[in-house]
């Protein structure tokens, strides 16, 4: 979404929109329930564990950084990766209330 176009929309909207964007991977999902298993940083498995080229990789973890889901430090030549838990936390909250504020009806179209 361009950027002129996301003052159209709420804080919450764009936010959910960056989140599910940063999700919007299978090779995402893989690194954070690796990430999550883990449950410690993660220094250079990643590229092992997924089969997938390290400029790929770098790729996934350059989007997930960005949407702030991971983080990462600096040691020696390699880049350890964990979980960010507090915006972790933070996008739990936004589609746990996203999805509680939809009411489905056993009728529709």
Known sequence: MGASKSD?????????????????HPARIAILQYLY??????CGDLVE????????????LKELKNAGLIQGTIEGASVCYCLHPAVWKQYQELFAGFFKEVKLSKTCC
Not at 8 to 24: E, G, P, R, W
């Open 8 to 24: 159209l929309f709420t804080k919450q909207q764009n936010d959910i929109a960056t989140m599910a964007k940063a999700l919007a």
């Open 37 to 42: 298993k883990k449950n410690a940083c993660v």
């Open 49 to 60: 564990e997924l089969g997938l080229a390290q400029a790929t990789t770098s790729q996934h």
